[in-house]
């Protein structure tokens, strides 16, 4: 007999295996594009995470098992892209993921992310003992499938993407050259710094993803969290004074219009975050809040347009079996 393992009560309590596969297990959705034999692969490493409902120690499995067909992925893509196979005997797995973001083949191109997803692969493939990770894994299989949809994307339409960013996210800068406050019902909040900026433009309308960091106390039981928002491009700009976030239930300003016991208030925030540690921790502790809660909304955002032109996606179906299917998914 199959019994749910205790180790999951703890963190959802008394919790079905239906509402465990629905609520709480990352849904991964693929491009149409992407090779079948990836998408077959993950379905191996998904049935392992639903698994991990009777036994917790299969989620590391499950999360080895993803980064091991991300490397796979690599493999297969490159060869579709040059007819021919890359020589992993006499070259490194390092060399390969170099090769496809010198070609800005990856969303996020930072050398230090992907050589994070490098080691994980590694440290998850050469065990030095009985180590689990659990739950706190459980991101890679998001990530895995960012990185593995992101190979089939439109390359000329990820550049633009970053010149975007890139140019918005310049102009937020001067806007906040002395701070700013924001202004929603009869509450003000003065904001000494952005965070995360991510220009989206995969979906329609195109988005903005930005997030302003407000001043806080750090002797205050009063949660600290960014201020996340997601605008439509065009009609957003920071070359004014002030500007208008208003999208649905009361009025939203951001204002530079500022006093000058404002500016001087701001300004010494500012020091204290540059030159005191409380400050400084709980200032990077908003920026990691900020990227966390941006990467989650696009995921969502993207995943939905994928599933909503009827490309790969994995269906959950009521009995737990895991399908795939192109165009025409099982109900």
Known sequence: MLKRDRRWELFYGDISLEQFVDKKLPTPVFKK?????????????????????YQYLFVDIAVARALHIFEMALGIRYKELNGKEWDLKNKRLNQLIDWFNERSYFEIADKSFLSHVRSARNEMTHLKGFNFAGSASLHWINTVVDLINGLYDDIELRKER????????????????????????????????????????????????????PIFEVDNA?????????????????????????????????????????????????????DEKQHSIHHSMLI????????????ESLSNKIMEEQEFTFVIKHNISLETGRNNPPS
């Open 33 to 53: 594009a992407v090779n079948k034999d990836i998408v077959d692969s993950f379905a191996i490493a998904y049935q392992l995470l639903i698994h991990s409902y």
């Open 162 to 213: 970053w010149r975007s960013t890139s140019d918005n996210k310049s102009k937020l800068d001067l806007f906040l050259t002395h701070g700013a406050k924001l202004t929603f019902l009869d509450n003000i909040y003065h904001i000494y710094d952005s965070g995360t900026f991510k220009i989206e433009n995969r979906i329609e309308p195109h988005l903005c993803y930005f997030s302003l960091l």
């Open 222 to 274: 009063a949660p600290k969290i960014p201020l996340v928002f997601s605008y439509p491009i065009n009609a957003l700009d920071f070359k004014g004074p002030i500007v208008e976030l208003s999208l649905g239930a009361g009025r939203i300003t951001l204002s530079n219009e500022l006093t000058q016991d404002e500016k001087s208030l701001i300004e010494k925030f500012r020091i204290k975050v540059k």
């Open 288 to 299: 990691f809040d900020a990227s966390n809660t941006i990467s989650r909304e696009l995921s």
